[in-house]
């Protein structure tokens, strides 16, 4: 189930942020100086393969794959996104249903949502 990391570290220029997480995911949601929801990230299967789908208000989306720096034998380098088109909607948006249950509402309601207008 996703709780609620509190005081999570903001970032100048992105607006106010608030970060949902749990062993397997991660729900960053990104907010306007006006308070609206300005946009999201839906990070999962981070035990795995993980990938994640990215919102923004201006209406687009990426799902992409994670790098996450690995590389035997070298130090690891810092996790950036790369290409991934392999998106089961239906599926993420039922595990997302199912792990957002107890956070905010409005919140579960919108990126499920989102999640299932993805193309």
């Known amino acids: 189930m996703l709780y609620e990391i509190q005081n999570p570290r903001q970032i100048e ?3 106010r942020r608030r970060w ?7 729900l ?5 100086d006006e308070g609206g929801l300005d946009g999201f990230q839906y990070c999962y ?5 993980e990938r994640c789908l ?3 208000k201006t209406g687009s989306y990426v799902h992409a794959g994670v790098d996450d720096g690995e590389v035997y034998g070298q130090n690891k380098m810092t996790p950036v996104l ?3 088109g392999v998106f089961d909607k239906w599926s993420i948006a039922d595990e997302f249903k ?3 249950s107890n956070i ?4 579960s309601v919108f990126v499920y949502r989102k999640i299932v207008e993805y193309s």
Do not use: L, Q
Not at 20 to 26: A, C
Not at 28 to 32: G, L, M, P, R
Not at 45 to 49: L, P, R
Not at 104 to 107: A, G
């Open 45 to 49: 299967d981070k035990n795995s393969k």
């Open 28 to 32: 960053i949601i990104w907010y306007s």
């Open 13 to 15: 220029g992105e607006g």
């Open 54 to 56: 990215t919102w923004k």
């Open 98 to 100: 199912a792990i957002s």
């Open 20 to 26: 949902f997480t749990d062993e397997n995911t991660d």
């Open 82 to 84: 790369v290409s991934d």
């Open 104 to 107: 905010d509402k409005k919140i």
